[in-house]
């Protein structure tokens, strides 16, 4: 590739938050995928302390539902054989949504998204000449992520960790508090 990608960009507070809390759970999606987590439904149960708190055989149903389309969701993506500089890509166009509430400057993060595209539909065509949908089918799996729900994904792998407080609030209060954070960035040759 001639030219070179970099997006690292230097965001408001304010709006790191709000790209954060709206995505952080389609980010966790792609994670998951990448780092081939193990799916069994049973130490997912188990984990989430389901046991712990009775639910009715409706809402035990819902809650097996919704670890269906979170399995789902990774196997499509692994079924792709998505690379690591897929992934990053991924996950700069997950983030850097305009869609987000409050942002200061909703026109520079829908340019950074564009330039996350871009930099996807480059590489896909100079890696994978042979397979012209590639670019594609790997968009195409981004709103499905949206499909998997958050508060499933708390119960699941957060709440011994964490307890009842809200992923959104703990992101808040990470990036208020001055920690440091380190943004995914594209480097293409």
Request: glycine share 4%.
């Amino acid at each position: 590739m001639g030219e070179k990608y970099s997006i690292l960009p230097d965001l408001q507070v304010t709006d790191q938050v709000a790209l954060l809390r709206m995505c952080w759970s389609e980010l966790f999606v792609l994670n998951a995928s990448q780092c081939s987590m193990p799916l069994h439904v049973a130490p997912l149960l188990a984990a989430s302390g389901l046991h712990a708190s009775p639910m009715s055989a409706e809402r035990v149903v819902a809650f097996m539902d919704h670890i269906r389309i979170f399995q789902e969701q990774v196997e499509k993506l692994k079924a792709l054989h998505v690379d690591s500089a897929e992934y990053t890509c991924l996950k700069a166009i997950v983030l850097f949504t305009s869609d987000a509430c409050g942002l200061s400057d909703a026109g520079h993060i829908e340019s950074l998204q564009e330039k996350s595209q871009c930099a996807l539909e480059e590489y896909v065509r100079s890696q994978y000449p042979n397979q012209p949908n590639r670019f594609g089918k790997l968009l195409l799996r981004l709103p499905s992520l949206r499909t998997v729900s958050a508060s499933v994904i708390e119960q699941l792998f957060f709440v011994r960790l964490v307890g009842k407080t809200p992923i959104e609030t703990l992101i808040r209060d990470m990036l208020l508090s001055g920690s440091s954070f380190n943004w995914p960035y594209v480097a293409m040759q």
